[in-house]
């Protein structure tokens, strides 16, 4: 994924106007002559960095000359304390963008700090950590990203660009082989077909009916042990992805059972927001 | 606050495009015929609700004459396992609205129950619970509704709406006392001065200079209780705001330490989602 | 694929304003009083029907109450003469969207007869006529809705929701294989691989890396004979396309020689429009 | 007509925004690193060029730096295998732009080719060439410049800035008469009013009302012959225009009838796409 | 003209957009149950009233239900205490519309009564008012509206769509003959050319370069009688405007020198508003 | 109040925009080469300026390297004959956006030259000149700014910024104390409580109630003294404001009295465009 420039620029413009509606009253009470400052973005905990460009483009949009010079790039961990980044500019402009690049900063830090906890629990297996589409409405894009910064996969990114048959599709069509039979012969020829099984009858009908990937639904670790070994029995080049009351504590268990994927929803709504201040001086 | 319906209409818009994309192409597939189903929303722990009206509006947006059919209002409490809405229509549309439904009644659940939460820790003391500035990029005004769902008030809205001058306007002004007298000059006729101070020698300057609202930012609730006296033997008129380091474990004895209101980034920047289900079935 | 209403209106929106301007200034001199006139639409040629839910959009952005009544449905073939649809409503309104709507309908008709022409000329082979990127800008969705009516398939709708290597990746890539390899590690686990080849050795290489599709550029008939044969001896499952210099008169050359698709440009940039017109009368 | 750098970012934005949906991926699949490469625009037939500004910003929407060095402007004819144009900039750059950037060129070339063909089928007359308002619905303002390159005339650009009364506006009135004295009455002081008539009958009419312009429907090249004779003798200054069944067959003798203009749909509504293609390469 | 409904609705959304900001903070806190209420407007002065469709489309934009039923339409006269129209709906709504509504039809019902001031100053002479392009910048529809509600005559609306040679394009091209010959050469031919003087030797010229429409262009009422006699002597279907330095105190004598129209800037550019109020009281 | 360069930006397109249309026909016909020009904006009379920024932004739209130099600032008084700025750029680029800057600066400054006026009238007094919320729809911001540029100061700028309970409100809720007590309990903490009272008695209900500003309003300049009195004599804290009925005449009567603030509506809804005109030549 890249974020195109003009796409950042939209964001940030939006994420301004939500927060500065008809200008920074406080600053402009409180400044009385135009001054150069700088802010430093500290990191008030350990974290893993992403959203330095959302951050600049936050500034960019009320100013073109302020720019963030950065001391370390989205994907890296910093350690508390530390200064990763500072910008220089206009003492208003910075005072007016403090928020929401803050915001910003933190939501997405929080996102690739929480995967990254994920990604190195299963480190050494074979698994990947993806992400859903769980995602906080308006922002999927910046948290796809922030999933990335923090070494995991991206799932689809919408209803459009993947297939991924469902419980409701299921609850809907009656069973797991009509519905496959239905994607492919309806589908788009570069689409691959995956399926969720919440059992192990379910997968074997799923397997029959040859479906490219099995996400493999809210089972136990055990579990997905059994249906991993049944899947490659029978079809070696099928992926699976495990899903659903995954955590921290279990994830390795998961990954050990030997699937290809696991998703987790919490990397993106449920990820607290990492502690990042910018401290703002005169020259 | 007051969600207007075109407002409602434009964010619904926004975010069922970004899930969308060019179409559910998995639903295209795997339903041939059209058909009426039913979806029920089922609270899959406890939680306090809030989004509906945005729920609503998801579906709205593909289809006007979906909607849904609530058993509770925004601000309840519901029950594990509670059915609380359903909603019945085109199952095609059911399938596609589901997951961004379901984002944005997860997202402002968890804000409204983390609220709940603040609040009744300080139940029985004078003190209001209020946000911040501290929310997601793009959503403040719904999770500020949220935070009211929740038995919060709102702080303000943006930096046009209200005064507070914080430590990096201190940082460049040099003083309290400089700040407030010229805010006093230079603000509009219907605005009050809030100030922010980090220790009982600027909250005597803030007094001095008359403040209408002096935030007690990062302070212990012992040193908050000291301030407490001061301001009032001073000035009982002022309000007094605690801020910083306050979480539920603590938030009682800032209560108890008299002040008017204690405010708490964490409810909307670090509320975990709710877990809510949408299970749709035929008719 | 599914035209959402919104898109409709939206597209129709600006279809309308990019006509009207500030307002119909003949219409407004010339009719003195408000009547209700009656339009109906004659096919001046045979021809397959295509956007007439983008017509009766048209009027809808006009005035609400106006639609039109269609004694055919989108994909019918209409033999020249006929009255397809009839409209009815203010007498200004039908002269203010008369040419917008033709424009639509003898566009997108023109499309669908075309291409029909092509799915036709393939009958009782197993080939399906695909469109192609090369639509006119801005128009995609709605030139693919019409290859649709005219009995083809869709390719990829756009750079994100599928892969397909061309010749210009592999000129800065260097090699098939290397570019399918790379592609296999760092795609989402839901996308099949297509590749592009001009001649045996790249077909060889591309089914020694295991794309998905291979599709065979600017090959002869001839050559996309032995080409099918070599595929199907090595990977039975691999699909095949063709596509490059086909015309109405070599289709089914193509369409013999063994391939699943056959994807023609032609369908979508040089349709000429089929002649429509819009008859209005008082009532 | 003179297209604005706003209105050329803002069509190419959505052509760019059309194709690219959430990204490149098979670009940002098998490309590792950053390279520049250089593309070269071919002509693979002759033709007359239009669209090059159009090409140009959409390049520059997706990245500044980069632009076109054209060898070739605008309205001048090609020959098979000349490279007009090349653009240079990062890889994946070209990659991405390539295809929408065809598009636009060939469409554009396409209406600009066929234009320059009507126009020399009538040199040495005194007859011009007019594009209709039957363009391709979101694309007029750049289908009218195509026209202008492929040296043809503009009739209106929409309903608002030019009067013309058609057989459906004559339907609801009556007779010609009427209908030319109710706009004289009623439009502003700076539009002449022209007619389109369908017999004799109605060309006397419209002489005796003081028509300013005359549009010659439908008629064979010997009854615009005899139309422009009996309007000559009538009213010299009047202006007449013949359109409907004109093809490049028949265009001359139309022209030969003395007609000063005359306007063919057919320039900008079936114009097929001109054959060019983008050849890249590293440098 | 006709305003269409969703222009309306566009510019109704903007304006509400602008006053409400975020939210009726005032409204919201001091009614505490829902009421409905009605409104009557009053005209504190006698007026032309014009805008009552705007003021409809406020209301509308903030709840459809809402709507204006109106004693008067746009273009009467209304007399100083008169109600002429009255709203009913929730109370909050009203008061939420009130002030928008009311700036609206208090500046166009005082173009439309400075309109009509003009308009009677010159009854019964042939010379009719014209409106200029000197509006408020994003206001130019609805102001030619009121315009044509106060009985005079809307001038071109923008660039595009009339062609008038002004002092600075003459100081730019040379001289009048030169700057209508040009004209002549390179409109479309829909268009008459307009031609601006500023003398009679200007007068003399644009005449024999058979300029269709000329404006005389700040001449006393004897230099315009002077130049009226030289034109019809020359070329009697020469329209004449007279504009510049014209007054309600002088504009019969510039009408009675014996042009055909008369453009004043002041009905738009200085209109003061009308004094119009809305009075809210329970049902 | 400071004007963003994304909002001016965004405003100076839609002006442009709206006179531009499909182009500047003019123009193009009569000017046939590339010409660079200057233009001289001249005050026509005396005048206090305001929006050079704007009407530099309505050329920045148009061409980017136009920029206009000036030689004076907004907020300064300028004498019939001068030249304040001037603007040196292609002669077409000068000629489009000619009207649309004058248009802007000659409201501006309208608006600016009568504050001014009202400022001068209470010279020496406490008192200050506020605006009002009765501004042009769409013009709120650049009419607030051009007061401030004539000596005024901004009352609130939307119904979301500021409390001030009207005559209507106080319809609806029955009286004044019931009314800020409501406000009191409900609003957030950061907003003062302004009440409109029209006589002595609602004045010492609203005393009473602890209001925080008073407006008084249609009140006479002796009843406005008496007011003032009675309020400085209970609650000296109090601020007072004058409003309603109120001119150039008798401004100062008011001021007079006590009061410290006076809003005048007149100021932004009825104040004159003034004459300022630009010279065009080549250089």
Redesign the interface.
Known sequence: ??L???ELFK?A???IA???????????????TA?T?RGRFIAKQDLVLAGLEVADAVFG???SPVEIEAFAADGERIRQGDVFARVKGP??V???G???A???L??LS?IATLTRAYVDAVAGTQAKILDT?????????LEKYAVLMGGG??????????????D??L???GDVRT?IE??RR???????I?VEVKNLNELREALAASAD?ILLDNMTPEMVREAVQIARATAPHV?L?ASGSITLDNVRQYAEAGV??ISVG?IT??A??VDIS?????I
Chains 1, 2, 3, 4, 5, 6 share one sequence.
């Open positions: 994924m890249r195109s420039s003009s964001l413009s939006e994420f939500e927060d500065l509606g008809r200008g920074d009253i406080t600053t402009q009470a409180v400044l009385t001054v400052a949009v009320l100013e003492a208003d910075l005072l007016m403090e928020r929401t803050l915001n910003v933190r939501h929080g589409r769980k995602t906080t409405p308006g922002l999927r894009m996969h991206n799932h689809r990114f919408g209803l459009d660009d993947g297939v991924l048959i469902k409701n599709h609850a809907l069509v519905a239905r994607a309806r589908l788009g020829h570069l689409h691959k995956e990937l992926l992805e290809d994927y919490a709504h449920s607290p927001a910018l401290k703002i001086t005169t």
